[in-house]
């Protein structure tokens, strides 16, 4: 790609050939950002995660009846354009349709008949991508974010209990032997919840569950969570001998307190603090090259970002490395520019 800059041309380097020998670079997409992005992911994505398009709900939103078109469609263009692509997600709390936890009476079912449920539909799905994705997020924000218990209450644990994590990763081991799974979760680098995401992962390693990774989110701001939180994290997975991926990051502008609507573009000090914070995080990320394997953005460009929408309603927010025109924003040369 280039760019005209002052009546010369700046030759834009491919932030994936830039981290070609540290870790994969990947973004989260859609059946529209393959369209509307295409270029843009070409020459800088190595990686792609469907943002929505292989949840539960999307992919078998009635018991066997599976709509994989739109998630074909990510798989297809991944292929054509040489990409990888890491499958997001097997089983979680939320966009998973009802009736995985009813029986054919309309009652809630019982524990058997669910994980027979999540059986059948990891292994229809792993196993129609088994070619293709060989990274998956089995299990995503299972623990809860603050209190004294391990686990957030959900219909999975309510029906299932606890174990329902370790079957998820058995289920998807026996789908595709070769696969790595991982499991994934936000405000991973929070004291607390750190501490607890660690002890789910000590524990499933203990019983020889088949989990290979951590995926550590990343949806951070210009000033959370602190670089030491991050390295300490890093640190703390990485000591379960795990593969770290960055699964979903992006850097709001906003921080969470911020409730403000009146803003049309991100003001200039909110680009220069986004610019050292992006600094920032990938200097700490090439440090763990060694354990970080792949980072994935949760978008792209500024154009499209669920962010948009979180926490405060039809807000905009500008959290990439491309702007809205799909142009390098300062924090790309401070990413780029090893």
Same mark, same amino acid.
């Not at 059946?31 to 469907?50: D, F, R, W």
């Not at 709390?93 to 009736?99: A, G, V």
């Given at each position: 790609?280039?760019? +005209?800059?002052? !009546?010369? @041309?700046? =030759?834009?380097?491919?932030?994936? /050939?830039?981290?070609? %020998? ?25 990686s ?32 054509e ?46 196993? +129609?991508?088994? !070619?293709? @994705?060989? =990274?998956?997020?089995?299990?995503? /924000?299972?623990?809860? %974010?603050?209190?004294?218990?391990l ?5 999975w ?14 289920y ?17 680098c ?9 002890r ?15 995926g550590m ?14 390295r ?13 991926h960055?699964?979903?990051l ?5 921080e969470?307190?911020?409730?403000r609507?009146?803003?049309?573009e991100?003001t ?13 995080i ?57």
């Amino acid at each position: 790609m280039e760019q +005209r800059r002052q !009546d010369q @041309i700046t =030759v834009i380097p491919s932030l994936k /050939e830039v981290y070609a %020998d540290r870790f994969a670079i990947g973004a989260a997409v859609s059946p529209q950002t393959i369209v509307t992005q295409k270029e843009l992911l070409a020459a800088h994505y190595g990686s792609l995660t469907a943002e929505n398009e292989m949840k539960p709900v999307s992919v078998q939103p009635e018991e066997g009846r599976f709509t994989f078109e739109d998630a074909d469609r990510i798989a297809r263009f991944a292929e054509e354009h040489g990409m990888q692509m890491r499958g997001h997600t097997l089983v979680w709390h939320n966009q998973t349709p009802d009736w995985m936890f009813v029986d054919g009476q309309g009652q809630p079912a019982g524990r058997d008949l669910v994980l027979q449920r999540m059986k059948d539909h990891i292994g229809a799905v792993v196993g +129609r991508y088994k !070619d293709r @994705i060989k =990274v998956w997020d089995v299990v995503n /924000e299972a623990v809860s %974010d603050e209190g004294p218990q391990l686990l957030r209450p959900s219909k999975w644990l309510e029906t299932a209990g606890e174990e329902f994590i370790r079957r998820a990763f058995e289920y998807a081991h026996e789908a595709d032997p070769d696969a790595l799974l991982f499991y994934n979760d936000y405000n991973e680098c929070h004291p607390d919840k750190r501490d607890r995401i660690h002890r789910l992962l000590k524990s499933l390693k203990e019983q020889g569950t088949p989990v290979h990774g951590m995926g550590m989110q990343g949806h951070w701001s210009l000033q959370r969570p602190s670089a030491d939180e991050i390295r300490a994290a890093v640190e703390l997975y990485a000591s379960l001998d795990l593969q770290l991926h960055i699964t979903e990051l992006d850097v709001s502008v906003f921080e969470w307190d911020d409730k403000r609507t009146d803003l049309l573009e991100p003001t200039a000090e909110m680009l220069e603090a986004q610019e050292r914070r992006y600094e920032e995080i990938f200097g700490l990320l090439r440090e763990y090259s060694g354990v970080i394997t792949s980072v994935t953005f949760w978008g792209a460009a500024d154009d499209y970002t669920w962010l948009d929408h979180f926490p405060v309603r039809s807000r905009k927010n500008w959290p990439f490395l491309f702007d809205m025109n799909h142009q390098p924003k300062g924090s790309f040369w401070k990413v780029a520019r090893l």
